[in-house]
């Protein structure tokens, strides 16, 4: 069974920190990883990641995927309130192109 | 940007009712679907539609649900009869026709909605 398992459930941090942010995932036909960002309501798209070890930036979030050991990173450096949301991790299922399996996702806090 | 918008944004019903749920993909867009997300709790695949026909539905996704694209813009979820486990936010999501630029689905804003 396709499956993405997030990891820390939440994190507080304050302004300024860097976190990192991790998802592992079992999928028997890999095909690509996505990172969205959940403020109040729509999950916004962050990055998608199809091979291993290229980084993907945007400001001061990047992310990286180990296709390996079958994980992905999501960092942000230089952590700002704005940046407080939940933060999903998501891949498509192995039997079908059409459906994205999610996990729990991360709650980050910063706090100035 | 172009953006997938979804109304309305709040919904509260009675346990037994019809409701609708409407949305309006990114224009260029061929594939269309719903999520659910009960609070607290994980976002969930309830159907995938394509060229006028649903792709793929998940258990969830019982004889109460149903979709339609009434129009060349619009695209609707459909539950008879609402139960109370229904009380959730529901996310539309749209996604490039072009299937080499990858499986990126565009969310909307959702709409949440309460059975009482």
């Known amino acids: 069974e396709d499956k993405v398992v997030q990891s820390p459930l939440s994190l507080v941090v304050h302004e300024g920190d860097t976190v990192t942010l991790n998802c592992s995932y079992e999928?028997?036909?890999?095909?690509?990883l996505l990172w969205y960002k959940q403020e109040k309501k729509a999950p916004t798209f962050l990055f998608m990641l199809?091979?291993?070890?290229i980084e993907k930036k945007s400001g001061r979030l990047s992310s990286i995927l180990d296709k390996k050991e079958l994980f992905s990173i999501l960092n942000i450096t230089a952590t700002q309130t704005g940046d407080s949301a939940v933060y999903l991790c998501?891949?498509?299922?192995?039997?079908?192109?059409?459906?994205?399996?999610f996990g729990t996702g991360t709650r980050l806090q910063v706090f100035p | 940007e172009p953006e997938v918008t979804q109304t309305p944004s709040h919904q509260v019903t009675q346990m037994g009712q019809e409701v609708i749920l409407r949305c309006v993909p990114i224009s260029n867009h061929l594939y269309f679907y719903w999520y659910r997300q009960i609070l607290g709790q994980k976002v969930e695949f309830l159907v995938s539609f394509y060229n006028n026909e649903i792709s793929e539905k998940s258990e969830i996704f019982d004889d109460q649900f149903s979709v339609e694209r009434p129009d060349g813009s619009n695209f609707t979820l459909k539950i008879r009869s609402t139960k109370l486990e229904d009380s959730a936010m529901y996310f539309c999501?749209?996604?490039?026709?072009?299937?080499?630029?990858?499986?990126?689905?565009?969310f909307g804003p959702g709409t949440r909605l309460l059975v009482l």
């Open positions: 999501a749209s996604r490039y026709r072009d299937r080499g630029r990858g499986e990126t689905q565009y």
């Open positions: 199809t091979s291993s070890g």
């Open positions: 999928v028997t036909n890999f095909r690509s």
């Open positions: 998501a891949v498509p299922s192995t039997y079908n192109t059409d459906k994205l399996i």
